[in-house]
Each structure stands twice: as C-alpha cells, then as structure tokens.
C-alpha cells in the first residue's frame, strides 16, 4: 500500500540549531513527495516538494531530498527561528496528484 | 485573495445528530478534497469533488457520510447519526485547475462528538 511515516514529536530545539525530521515512504508507484507546515490555527501549507529521484525541493531554508534508493524525503534546514514553531507534514501523491497521503505530522518547538 | 474557508471552525454534536461543514475554496479553484485527521494520526483522503461532480471518494465511509459540491454555494460534508467514532478534524483543501499537486488547505473543523 501507499503510506507516510514520520520521526514522532515534539522537537525541541534552541534557536539556530541544526533540523531533521526523518520522514520514509511505501508506494505502489512512483511517487511526487511534499512537506507541508500547520502553524498554530492556520491550515496546512505547501512548503516544499519534489517530483523525481535526486530532486532537493527547498523553500524558506528549509531543504530535503528525495532519496528513492532509500525511500526517504528528510526535512532539514541549518538554523532553526522561533517561527519556525509548527506541525510538519510529511506527504506523497501518485498518479494525478488528487490523493495526498500523510504522516502523522511532526511538532517542532524552537525555544529563544 | 482570501484563502480556503471553513466553517465551523469547532462544532459539537450528540451522538445520533447530523453535522454539516462547510467549505469554500479559494476564488478560481474548481476542485475540493476533504480530508479526516483523527487523534494522533496524519490526514487521510476523503473525497475529491468538482463542481457538481464526485471524482473520487474511495476515502469516505461507505454509511452516514456524504459530500457535495453544488455549482453555486460552498462544498458541503454530511455526516448522519454521528458517533464518537467520527471525533476528529475535517479539512478542506482546493486547487486550481490544472495543478492538482497545488492543494490549498482551510483551517479545518474540529467536530466533537458527545
């Protein structure tokens, strides 16, 4: 089957630390990737993706690589801001992209 | 350009009544995805609609729920004799035609069963 698993939550981090968010798939196909970021409530954005094998998506400093020989799409990003503090998605699409499935979501604190 | 709305944003219901949710996607979008996230868990599908039309619903229970996406007026998800069970956040997202990849997501409803 087709499904999403991410790295369990919280994340706490002081300001201007490293990030990684561990996020693996399984897919009957051959999958576009997506991370999306929920902000205290707002709805889900898209924040990056990628479509094919080797593809860094990146957006707002924060980067990840889809990694089909391991079937991983990790979210990192170098120096982490208090704003940063969200629940990150992890998701993947097949075909015609009308069916999202999602991971449980990650939460992320970003402590001053 | 406002963003995909959803209303409710919190709705409580006994067990036994009906919820409805509303949704309108952003202005120019023609096609609504509802999605279900129960308690510790991610999203999942529900129903892909367009206008007067259902293109997918392999996601929804095959009793008591139902959805529509009316040619004038927001998506409507029904839910009949609701149960503890259907507990959860319900979203809304839209795309624009021709980018399906590009789903906008509402804030979602957050509808308790008591």
């Known amino acids: 089957g087709n499904s999403v698993t991410q790295m369990e939550g919280p994340v706490t981090l002081s300001e201007e630390a490293f990030l990684t968010i561990n996020c693996t798939y399984t897919?009957?196909?051959?999958?576009?990737l997506f991370w999306y970021v929920q902000y205290p409530g707002e709805g889900l954005q898209l924040l990056l993706k990628?479509?094919?094998?080797?593809d860094k998506g990146s957006n707002k400093g924060f980067e990840a690589t889809y990694r089909k020989e391991t079937t991983s799409f990790h979210l990192e990003k170098g120096s982490v801001q208090v704003s940063d503090s969200a629940v990150y998605f992890c998701?993947?699409?097949?075909?015609?992209?009308?069916?999202?499935?999602f991971g449980s979501g990650t939460k992320l604190n970003v402590k001053p | 350009n406002a963003g995909v709305m959803q209303n409710p944003r919190h709705l409580v219901r006994r067990r036994g009544q009906e919820a409805r949710l509303r949704c309108s996607p952003m202005?120019?979008?023609?096609?609504v995805y509802w999605y279900r996230q129960l308690p510790e868990e991610g999203l999942k599908f529900m129903v892909y609609?367009?206008?007067?039309?259902?293109?997918?619903e392999s996601g929804m229970p095959k009793e008591r729920f139902s959805a529509e996406f009316p040619k004038e007026g927001p998506s409507i998800l029904r839910i009949q004799q609701v149960v503890r069970g259907d507990s959860a956040a319900y979203f809304c997202?839209?795309?624009?035609?021709?980018?399906?990849?590009?789903?906008?997501f509402g804030p979602g409803t957050r509808l308790t069963v008591t």
């Open positions: 998701a993947l699409s097949l075909y015609n992209f009308n069916k999202f499935y």
């Open positions: 609609l367009q206008k007067e039309n259902i293109i997918d």
């Open positions: 997202a839209s795309s624009p035609e021709g980018r399906p990849y590009e789903q906008y």
């Open positions: 990628a479509t094919k094998a080797d």
């Open positions: 202005k120019g979008h023609s096609h």
């Open positions: 897919a009957t196909g051959y999958p576009s």
